[in-house]
């Protein structure tokens, strides 16, 4: 689906920061690098030095240190909180990220065991009041995107916070997303990192980084984390160009957060006006939503190939199955790229130009045809709600 030769000849997306090539990236990092300023060596000194700074400074943290990969950073805080409270279980939603994605990682080179909390929507207090065995940490991912890009409740998540800290256990967010978390909360980022003990984020996501993360907490997690973060490989020889791009992400988008977040409800409640396509959630709890589409996603995958390559705008990336039967699942997530388009533009993009079902079947060389015509017309006479219950 996510073809590189399609995608480069695009001029316009729907999603994330528009596109630039290579040369034009390094280009840019120039500006963001001072004439005498060396290289980092292994993540020490130089371009890392000034991010894990910076980063710590915009959480309200004592500390922060620089990895290449998240995931790295993930499963070093977690055995560093396993050592520290003498048990490998953690606890955490089973549609995260660290459950679902990572080829059962945690387990099989971690050496954690996991207690799973929910099942679609956060988990909540009461979830983990149930927990019975001795928990290293919590894990709360922020927002959690496999579920639609979902916040629990800020009240919820305080209370959460204070049990953690009423019982001894750390409070870990993995907030590969937590800058656009705290602008889908309207809270300081200060406050919503106040609220756990160590903290996960991104800058390739959100801020549109070449890569790398970071962890956050007080001066004595920092210093446990070194032995982890070599025995998991995360030292590269250097990392200034990840970490020069982090610095521009956070310059060109942190503040732009809020807005991105209003651009995804504005654009979610149009698109959420055509009975064909499902929105969840229905209000976006932060700059991200997803859309259940009529059709299958090799049947998507095509139809989407023909009009990048007809159009020239890039849509989505991926289209997955969904417990739905009939429906796939793309995702919207909102950045700079929103800047060239209109609600309007993007509403014609995907359902046709005069939003009709006939229209969008009869002009199928102008827009992404989502379905067919059987499986628009069993739509409207079986339409179904994104809050019917699961």
């Not at 030095?49 to 993930?74: N, W």
Request: charged share 25%; proline share 6%; aromatic share 8%.
């Amino acid at each position: 689906m996510n073809d590189p030769d399609i995608r480069k000849s695009c001029t316009r997306s729907l999603s994330y920061h528009g596109f630039s090539g290579p040369r034009e990236q390094l280009l840019a990092l120039a500006d963001y690098a001072p004439e005498d300023e060396a290289a980092d060596v292994y993540g020490a000194g130089g371009a890392v030095a000034r991010l894990e700074e910076r980063t710590a400074a915009l959480l309200g943290k004592p500390a922060a240190r620089f990895f290449i990969k998240g995931m790295t950073a993930q499963y070093c805080a977690l055995r560093v909180h396993a050592d520290a409270r003498g048990t490998d279980t953690v606890a955490m939603h089973p549609q995260g990220h660290i459950a679902s994605d990572e080829g059962d990682g945690l387990e099989r080179v971690a050496g954690l065991k996991v207690v799973r909390l929910g099942r679609y929507q956060p988990f909540d207090l009461a979830a983990l009041q149930a927990v019975e065995e001795k928990l290293a940490a919590v894990v709360v991912e922020l927002p959690l995107r496999r579920s639609g890009y979902l916040l629990p409740p800020l009240d919820e998540l305080r209370a959460m916070s204070a049990w953690c800290r009423e019982k001894g256990i750390p409070l870990h967010f993995d907030g590969a997303r937590l800058w656009e978390a705290a602008a889908g909360y309207d809270v300081a980022l200060t406050d919503l990192a106040d609220l756990a003990d160590t903290v996960y984020v991104s800058y390739y996501k959100g801020l549109g980084g070449l890569g790398g993360a970071a962890l956050v907490g007080d001066d004595a997690f920092i210093r446990r984390l070194a032995p982890w973060k070599t025995r998991f490989a995360g030292n590269l020889a250097t990392a200034f160009p990840q970490a020069l791009s982090a610095l521009a992400g956070i310059d060109q988008h942190l503040a732009r957060m809020p807005e991105y977040v209003r651009r995804a409800r504005d654009l979610a409640g149009v698109l959420a006006s055509d009975g064909r396509i499902i929105v969840h959630p229905v209000i976006p709890h932060a700059n991200s939503f997803q859309l259940l589409l009529p059709g299958t996603p090799a049947d998507l995958d095509q139809r989407h190939a023909a009009f990048a390559r007809e159009h020239g705008v890039w849509l989505f990336n991926a289209f997955t199955e969904s417990p739905i039967e009939g429906r796939s699942i793309a995702e919207v997530v909102i950045g700079a790229a929103s800047d060239t388009w209109e609600n309007g533009e993007v509403a014609r993009w995907i359902d046709g130009p005069s939003g009709r079902a006939d229209a969008a079947m009869a002009r199928p060389r102008q827009n992404l045809t989502l379905a067919s015509t059987a499986q628009v017309a069993g739509c409207a006479r079986n339409p179904i709600s994104v809050s019917d219950p699961e």
